[in-house]
């Protein structure tokens, strides 16, 4: 019976470790260098975006004010009727309105990814987050929302009520994007391309560096080395050879 003669790669990982530390320069520069192109792309090339949010209530008519009667399954239909509210909002009618309403010049789907809609902790109260590049925009089509919203709910939903929270202001800080996450993914991206190449490299370094690396990488006893005649006095086997040279070139 035929025995299959399997190839093992041994990988040395204090050597690998030892090639990163030595070319741990080049690596940081690289982070650097990186970093840098991230944080250029998102200050020059990203636009940047601004959010404005407002918060409407949804209110349970099975839920009177003072009430000390409040059960769960009252609460679990207040925050099912925010998932009902929400879908409306986001219906083709709705937002065509929006945008006649708010003057601005976007079609319903463009519109629909502006728009990001959520129940707040779980609560009946959920807000509603519009994003544009446009500070004082983004704020008219959140308060717009908050007009047109309640009106379509109440012909959809019999006995509805959406109440307004709080109203959207303009955004003073943009959303997006962020100049430390780039900064960090850049770097990031930097330290495994660069490390990367260096693992690389070394892996493929079928060199032989030494009799130390013949016996610690195949396990061969070293029976005899030929010395580097070019090499300085003090550094190999030629440093004899080198001083004996330059004794009789002086003499």
């Given at each position: 019976m035929?025995?299959?003669?399997?190839?093992?790669?041994?990988?040395?990982?204090?050597?690998?470790?030892?090639?990163?530390?030595?070319?741990?320069?080049?690596?940081?520069?690289?982070?650097?260098l990186c970093g840098g192109a991230g944080l250029a792309l998102a200050y020059y090339v990203i636009p940047a975006k601004y959010e404005a949010s407002a918060l409407?209530?949804?209110?349970?008519?099975?839920?009177?004010?003072?009430?000390?009667?409040i059960s769960l399954s009252d609460l679990s239909a207040s925050q099912t009727l925010v998932d009902t509210y929400i879908a409306i909002l986001n219906t083709r009618l709705t937002l065509n309105e929006v945008i006649e309403q708010?003057?601005?010049?976007y079609e319903y789907e463009e519109l629909r990814k502006m728009i990001e809609a959520e129940a707040v902790n779980g609560t009946e109260i959920f807000e509603i987050a519009v994003t544009s590049t446009d500070?004082?925009?983004?704020?008219?089509?959140?308060?717009?929302?908050?007009?047109?919203?309640?009106?379509?709910?109440?012909?959809?939903?019999?006995?509805?009520?959406?109440?307004t929270v709080d109203f959207a202001i303009v955004p003073e800080k943009k959303a997006s994007p962020s100049f430390a996450m780039f900064t960090l993914v850049g770097a990031l991206i930097g330290a495994l391309l660069s490390g990367?190449?260096?693992?690389?490299?070394?892996?493929?370094?079928?060199?032989?560096?030494?009799?130390?690396?013949?016996?610690?990488?195949?396990?061969?006893?070293?029976?005899?080395?030929?010395?580097?005649?070019?090499?300085?006095?003090?550094k190999g086997y030629g440093s004899s050879y080198y001083a004996a040279a330059e004794k009789k070139a002086k003499g």
């Open positions: 035929e025995q299959k003669n399997e190839e093992y790669i041994e990988i040395d990982l204090l050597r690998l470790l030892g090639a990163v530390w030595q070319h741990m320069v080049v690596i940081i520069l690289t982070m650097l409407l209530y949804v209110n349970n008519s099975s839920i009177s004010v003072g009430s000390t009667s708010a003057d601005v010049d500070p004082r925009e983004a704020e008219r089509i959140a308060n717009t929302i908050v007009t047109v919203l309640p009106d379509k709910i109440s012909q959809i939903v019999d006995g509805s009520s959406v109440r990367g190449i260096v693992v690389v490299r070394e892996l493929m370094d079928e060199q032989i560096h030494g009799e130390d690396y013949l016996s610690r990488s195949y396990g061969l006893p070293v029976l005899a080395a030929v010395p580097d005649l070019l090499a300085k006095p003090g």
